[in-house]
């Protein structure tokens, strides 16, 4: 909390400042769709001044992850299921390529620990340890990427992976995803390990598709568990 007396930040690293910690907020559950972002709160939250808050603000509208409603304010960007397909649909690309430069730079070092990793899932999902598995499976994609480094398209990742937290939450929470995920990832690990740019590319791409196919099936469960119009007498 920003105490009386104390500097407020201004600038491009106030907005910067904002913008990071509102990406983390949502991707970490903190701020859920729909929910307004109040500029008095964000700059008693941040210190910073009111136009850094709304450079911000726009910044996070130009990255897809907040909207502005007319006379409303803005507020946290609600992305619909088959927005989110089309979404994961770019970040298959992605993900392919980061794994196969990945593949490409690997060091006996960071084998080791991508190994380390993959171990540690398959622990946390034989324990039923959801919460571990979901921090590993962030680890893993971290270590990847910083791997691959390839800046660019890990920082297109990160802006389209904070629009579609919500449908990634609901996919961890169904029935056995851990199990199938598990298998994906130990798959791009082996890959990226082998030096085989081909298959850890084709291992991530396999990944993401699995991700979407499983929406897809959720979609269409939403869509039969939904009531159906009766037909009015006329």
Not at 4 to 33: F, H, W
Not at 114 to 125: D, K, S
């Amino acid at each position: 909390m920003q105490g009386e007396g104390q500097n407020v930040l201004s600038g491009a690293a106030a907005t910067e400042l904002v913008v990071d910690g509102v990406r983390r907020a949502i991707l970490g559950g903190e701020m859920s769709p729909g929910q307004r972002l109040v500029e008095a709160e964000l700059m008693e939250m941040f210190g910073v001044t009111r136009g850094s808050v709304r450079s911000a603000i726009d910044d996070l509208t130009g990255d897809g992850l907040v909207e502005k409603i007319p006379n409303r304010g803005a507020r946290v960007r609600r992305v619909s299921l088959d927005e989110a397909i089309a979404i994961l649909e770019c970040r298959g690309v992605l993900e392919g390529l980061i794994a196969a430069r990945a593949a490409e730079r690997v060091t006996a070092e960071q084998a080791e620990r991508l190994n380390r990793i993959g171990t540690q899932m398959q622990e946390a999902v034989a324990g039923a340890e959801l919460r571990t598995y979901a921090r590993l499976n962030s680890q893993l994609h971290e270590l990847v990427a910083e791997i691959g480094a390839q800046e660019i398209a890990t920082a297109l990742i990160l802006k389209l992976r904070s629009q579609i937290v919500r449908h990634q939450f609901q996919l961890s929470q169904r029935p056995g995803r851990p199990q199938v995920s598990l298998g994906q990832h130990l798959a791009i690990i082996e890959a990226v390990t082998s030096k085989d740019p081909q298959m850890a590319e084709q291992a991530a791409r396999r990944h993401v598709q699995s991700v979407i196919e499983t929406l897809l099936e959720i979609k269409e469960e939403e869509r039969e568990a939904a009531p159906q119009r009766q037909p009015i007498a006329v």
